[in-house]
């Protein structure tokens, strides 16, 4: 890592680039870092009979509403749920934090932090945003840099969790900072009063909240949420791949356009995405939702009871915004000019073209298996799409 000081107050720093990063981003075999896995344990205070409870009501409460196509409001997130939660949901949710690192790391502007990186966890849970930062941080390669994270919920219980694992994980030391604030981000006006008595954020995280509030919430939040991030921060959102995590990207897609943000990932042009401006077109998931492998996690004692945690891939569409225009196309275009860069899929032996939905012979670029551009007389205005 390369560090530049300018004077004696501002330092400079060099981001790992994407290869130098990449193979860092996974944990070792898919499992669950033994110290994150020991703080879960080590918080834990229900009883095994509670716990499994609690597992299948949350389960029966996600699969009863309606497939996310209302919020989920009014949640009575007890302690036996908080405990149910953290085993079931944080462990895969840990990664969300790692792919937007990923993905990034694809752009020089976007991850052009100072020393210190100010996060903001919108919504934040039991603390699957915190923990994969902080441990993705705690490599020797990104050791220079010192995290100042404040985590919001309305949940002071979540807040204690949150802290309770990072504590017994071992990241909360040096000048790594931890704040668990009591705000409910659905009430614009608290919201607003956080946001203002703070400075400018770096990253601004929103994974699995969207979903658990109204449209006329998450409008207002993104009629201000720009105005308190820095001129190369990015917002980060990560919504279940269910419907209703497809409409809040959609509605946050058109919302951003009046508000100088740019749509960073996954694709360039979403505000005129054909699945939602041509409904004859056949029903079927959008490509941007993104699937990523199981983190293994060995079972919890619990009073001398064993709860499994749940081993389902994370399933998350991805979609990052920022003000200073970047897209993960740009740093791609100077090192290979002679290349079209868009949003491209290949499906069996064919490649959709988006949104066009039509089949076209192209010359595909190809690194390490991965299509990354194409070189074709392309139609009008057709996308690419790649796979990070």
């Known amino acids: 890592m390369q560090i ?14 994407y290869d130098e990063i990449n193979p860092f981003l996974m944990p070792t075999n898919n499992t669950l870092p033994d110290n994150i896995r020991r703080g879960i344990k080590n918080c834990l205070a229900s009883s095994y009979e509670d716990i499994e409870i609690a597992r299948g009501d949350l389960e029966n409460l996600f699969r009863n509403n309606g497939d996310y196509l209302t919020p989920l409001v009014g949640i009575n997130y007890t302690l036996p749920l908080i ?21 990034l ?25 915190a923990l994969g930062l902080f441990d993705l941080f705690s490599i020797p390669l990104l050791s220079n840099y010192n995290l100042k994270f404040y985590a919001l919920d309305v949940n002071i219980n979540k807040l204690e969790r949150q802290r309770c694992i990072l504590q017994n994980a071992g990241f909360l030391h040096g000048e790594n ?21 703070q400075s400018e954020w770096d ?18 939040i993104f009629g201000i949420l720009h105005h308190y991030l820095a001129e190369n921060g990015s917002i980060i959102i990560a919504e279940p791949a269910q419907d209703r995590g497809k409409v809040i990207i959609h509605k946050i897609a ?16 979403v505000t005129s995405c054909a699945y939602r401006t041509a409904p004859y077109l056949p ?44 897209t993960i196309f740009d740093d791609l275009k100077v090192e290979n000019p002679e290349l079209s860069w868009g949003i491209v899929r290949k499906r069996g032996n064919q490649h959709e073209v988006c949104p066009q939905i039509r089949r076209v012979n192209l010359q595909i670029w190809y690194k390490d298996g991965t299509i990354l551009g194409w070189k074709a007389q392309p139609p009008n205005n057709v996308m690419i799409e790649i796979e990070i």
Not at 83 to 103: G, H, K, Q, V
Not at 105 to 129: K, Q
Not at 177 to 197: A, E, K, M, P, W
């Open 105 to 129: 790391s694809l752009n020089r502007r976007t991850v052009s932090f100072g020393s210190e990186i100010r996060v903001l966890d919108c919504g934040a849970g039991t603390g699957a945003v």
């Open 177 to 197: 900072y931890f704040q668990g604030v009591q705000v409910d981000i659905s009430n614009i006006d608290s919201f607003r009063t956080f946001l203002s008595s």
């Open 4 to 17: 530049k000081s300018i004077n004696a107050k501002i330092i400079v720093m060099t981001f790992p680039s």
């Open 83 to 103: 405990d149910a939660y953290t085993i079931d949901y944080l462990p895969r949710n840990f990664l969300i934090p790692r792919i937007a690192m990923r993905a």
């Open 254 to 269: 058109d919302l951003i356009v009046s508000q100088g943000l740019t749509t960073y990932y996954p694709c360039n042009n």
């Open 283 to 326: 029903h079927r998931k959008c490509w941007q939702w993104g699937e990523y492998p199981e983190i293994a996690v060995h079972p919890f004692n619990i009073y001398g009871r064993t709860v499994v945690s749940s081993q389902r891939p994370l399933e998350i569409s991805r979609f990052i915004l920022n003000k200073c225009g970047a």
């Open 203 to 220: 990253l601004i995280f929103f994974a699995n909240s969207l979903s658990e509030i109204g449209v006329d919430s998450y409008r207002n």
